[in-house]
């Protein structure tokens, strides 16, 4: 009897496949044939075999046509890559590196135009893709976010932050006006203000007389002269004196008026500062909760997915949400900025996500247009039935119910 085939079911078959799932050695690997080799000998037969050579002489007609495919097929894995699993952090270029290469079917940087990763940072730096720095530990890198959406709203929180700005600048002139008026208007009145006892004159002498009361009385009736007594009297000093002490008290007088208008800006100036910086160390980077709906607003995702509703059933490290989707109720690993928050109908519920009243459950109220703001009537805890205004669009989103 012949010796049988050997199948596809045999031990010596599976083996070989269980074999081929792992990652091999990058020298046994044929980029041009994108044929993995288990061993030298196997390279070494595949090299010699016809279908390789055809494939060489395809290569040697145009090699920079090939070289720059495969570079830019590199790329924009690897760039995929760190903006869906790192966003816009800092992050150490090997660590990116090294989850790249886990995929078996990755394309092999000796295929690329860079002959070392350190060569590809440098340049994704040159070329604005990334921000690169080079440290004791290695070199880093952190992802440019260049994409329309983002910019967009970056742009859009720019410009309602001016607009919060000038507003201050305008209550603070307001208010500036107003100080200004007051005091024009009390610089009409005299004012009494206590001074120092300042002599000008060292040599100048002080004379005290001593005289009584009955006897000024009398003396002023009769014409008699003054008698002694207890109290004293300072003598009067000269006009020129005089006119030196009206100068300096009339001096003294501005400037207290300016100190007082000084100090009374400086102090609405720190209290504007300080309720400006209390408002701000309330917010917080991260705003995913779980158990409200959000809008998937990332286009390599697909069309599938994207512009399409979905609820977030799980938070992990603060800024990645386990999201089910509305329509057809798959499960998906999404980064927050590739998410945006839902604005339902009036009278449905919300979750406030940012700001002083993060975390509290409500029902909305109005909508603003113009001002891209929502009023939200709070439905629990001890601030039940207030009523928070002005909460931008992106500081809450619809609850799942």
Known sequence: MGKEKAGPLTAKAISNRIKAKGLQK?????QMCQKQCRDENGFKCHCMSESHQRQLLLFADNPDKFIDTFSKEFE???MLLLRRRFGTRRVHANVVYQEYISDRNHLHMNSTQWETLTEFVKWLGREGKCKVDNTEKGWFITYIDRDPETLARQKATENKEKMEMDDDEKTAKFIEKQIE???FRKGDQAESCPTELERSNEEEKVAFSLTSTKAVESGAEKGAPK??????????PSPLVNMSKTVDKDGKKKEKETLKRKSALDEIMKEEEAKKAKKESLRKENWLAKGIVVKVVHKRLGEKYHKKKAVVKEVKELFTGIVKMIHNGDVLKVDQTHLETVIPAIGRPVLILNGRWRGHKGTLLSLDEKAFSVSVEIEEGEHKGRIVDKLPYEDISKLDT
């Open 26 to 30: 990058l020298r046994w690997y044929c």
């Open 76 to 78: 924009d894995d690897f």
């Open 181 to 183: 008026r007051e005091l």
């Open 227 to 236: 008698a002694t007594s207890s109290r004293a009297t300072i003598s009067k």
